[in-house]
């Protein structure tokens, strides 16, 4: 009989820690169920409920700011050593101020198992000239540096003022417009747009009656697809290549579908999903979820009103499934539940309302019709809507659909690599950068 794998090492942040704890601490549940419910071992549940306990005085030990501070001396002790141990290789050697003679240094002290980052720190050498020679290309600083940050608030012709950003050269055209989805959650995507901002300026915004574009009327599709022409308008953006992620695709949609001639290129991705795809979506949702959280779930769901942490307990239940690694995506979810607030709920039932009533798929032939030349979709093989539905719309838009396995609904953070492999060719190929 083999040896069993052992289980691979995961971490934690300190505020899902302390969600465990308090939940240990309400006494209705076992600290050995709590831990069943959310994939954790018992000891680790104790261990984090223990140091809680020495934190709070009541049990004697180590703290954790004292952990931290004994580990910040560790590594401190280690990085002085490595520092000795690389003089010491340096002993008369002399860079003259001339990298084509310090690079090599380097590279051997990197070789021999030594930190770049110290290497260059005592020799008074920019990593992002070691880098950049080494590979060849401009290091994350210098595109940082050429990277020009610009953000402001547009009023809407009835009122509504809109909170938006760009990054990148906003003199060239044309700009790429990202657009998130919710309905009802702000700006999510600050990860995918530095994946492309050398290319071209990216803009993003706060949908209305989220994040910074405070709104309290109704919600409409036509009144957000305006909103988007205003937008461009304000920044002097004839055309622009539209790429919306989940319900930002339904707005690129509706938006070409009205303003076709403003859109230069459209990416669809991890959505829009036809059909009946709200069952594939529940089903699979059910796989990933113990019937504990499905549950509790459901109990968070029911109440009428909800608190703080009842609430990023609800988003964090109801998004975790989200990704194809569940386990990291309960981190994910427990980080977006606390940072994409708070939600509009009144604006996700309006628009959700409306499109059930008026669902793309009676509008299919029309938007054919009207798409750029360049129209792709994207999506995670693994995203709990089932990828069939998008490939489905694929075939009846005939458009490409990439399709990025070990990846969920959101595939940046699964597969960042893929992800930006992709946008930079479609990005490339719209712009002719």
């Known amino acids: 009989m083999g040896k069993k794998k052992p289980r691979p090492r995961r971490s934690f942040t300190p505020e ?12 209705d549940r076992s600290v050995g169920q709590i831990a069943k419910d959310f994939d954790l071992t018992e000891t680790a549940v104790r261990r984090w409920v223990n140091q809680a306990e020495v934190d709070a005085g009541e049990r004697d030990g180590l703290t954790s700011s004292e952990r931290e501070e004994l580990a910040a001396l560790w590594c401190e002790n280690r990085r002085l050593r490595e520092g000795v ?3 010491i290789a340096c002993d008369g050697f002399s860079r003259d101020g001339d990298p084509v003679t310090v690079n090599p240094f380097i590279e051997a002290e990197k070789q021999s198992g030594h930190s770049v980052k110290r290497a260059c720190e005592l020799l008074k050498v920019s990593r992002t000239s070691f880098y950049a020679r080494r590979t060849g290309k401009p290091g994350p600083r210098a595109v940082r540096d050429a990277e020009l940050k610009t953000q402001g608030l547009v009023s809407m012709t009835d009122g509504a003022q809109l909170r938006w950003m760009a990054l990148g050269d906003t003199t060239r055209q044309p700009a790429v417009i990202l657009l998130h989805g919710g309905p009802g959650l702000p700006d999510y995507l600050g990860d995918v747009a530095p994946m492309i901002a050398d290319l071209a300026p990216v803009y993003r915004y706060d949908q209305r009656g989220t994040g910074q574009s405070p709104w309290r009327g109704p919600h409409s599709f036509a009144r957000h697809v305006d909103d988007l022409a205003e937008l461009l308008d304000a920044w002097d953006v004839p055309g622009a290549v539209l790429i919306g992620h989940s ?12 303003h076709s001639h403003r859109v230069a290129a459209i990416l669809l991705m ?25 549950e509790r779930l459901r109990e968070l769901e029911e109440l009428p ?3 703080e942490e009842q609430e990023v307990e609800l988003l964090t239940l109801a998004w975790f499934t989200d990704h194809a690694d569940t386990e990291r995506g309960w981190h994910w979810a427990a980080q977006s539940a606390r940072r994409r607030r708070p939600v509009n709920w009144s604006m996700n039932g309006e628009l959700g ?15 054919r019709a009207r798409l750029p030349a360049r129209a792709e979709l994207l999506g995670g093989v693994d995203d709990p809507r089932p990828v069939s539905a998008l490939e489905e719309l694929a075939l009846r838009l005939a458009i490409p659909l990439t399709r990025i396995e070990g990846a969920g609904h959101e595939p940046w953070l699964e597969q960042p690599d893929a992800v930006r492999t992709h946008l930079r060719r479609f990005v490339q190929g719209a712009v002719g950068a």
Do not use: N
């Open 353 to 367: 309302k409306e499109g059930r009533a008026d669902p793309l798929d009676g509008h299919l032939a029309d938007l």
């Open 85 to 87: 141990d690389i003089l």
């Open 247 to 258: 319900y930002g695709t339904d707005l690129a949609s509706r938006f070409c579908l009205r």
């Open 16 to 27: 899902f820690k302390a969600e465990i704890v308090e939940l240990c601490r309400r006494g």
């Open 305 to 307: 009103d909800r608190t």
């Open 270 to 294: 991890c959505g829009p999903f036809l059909g009946d795809w709200r069952t594939g979506d529940r089903a699979e949702r059910g796989r990933r979820m113990s019937a504990a959280q499905q």
